[in-house]
């Protein structure tokens, strides 16, 4: 049985980081496209980053890319997603997804990803 499981939740200042993981069980996570995507009120969920099975080439939206950084231990079958230099706008429900489909992975639509963990909440204010 696929699971995903996030932690990581926090209140954070602009300017501050976080990190975030996703631990999952029931498949090899090297074998699966990861991805990361948030959902803040009101808004639709979109994608942060993701990390190909095959080779680990990793894809950022533009609003993280430079700030966030996805990684994974295969050995503790967890994914990570660094924050830095948190903004207001970053504030949102952030989930894990992964997908059997093999390639490059892409997050541009959230239903290409079959497995969901349940989200973590990610705060930035002062």
């Known amino acids: 049985q696929v699971q995903l499981v996030e932690s990581g939740v926090g209140l954070v200042q602009p300017g501050g980081s976080l990190t975030l993981s996703c631990a999952a069980s029931?498949?090899?996570?090297?074998?699966?496209?990861l991805a990361w995507f948030r959902q803040a009120p009101g808004k639709e969920r979109e994608g942060v980053s993701c990390?190909?099975?095959?080779?680990?080439?990793?894809v950022y939206a533009d609003s993280v890319k430079g700030r966030f950084a996805i990684s994974r231990d295969n050995v503790k079958n967890t994914a990570y997603l660094q924050m830095n230099s948190l903004k207001p706008g970053d504030t949102a429900i952030y989930y894990c997804?992964?997908?059997?489909?093999?390639?490059?992975?892409?997050?541009?639509?959230?239903?290409?990803?079959?497995?969901w963990g349940k989200g973590t909440q990610v705060a930035v204010s002062s």
């Open positions: 997804a992964t997908t059997k489909a093999g390639g490059v992975c892409y997050i541009t639509d959230p239903a290409d990803y079959d497995y």
């Open positions: 029931g498949f090899t996570l090297d074998y699966y496209a």
């Open positions: 990390i190909s099975p095959s080779d680990g080439s990793t």
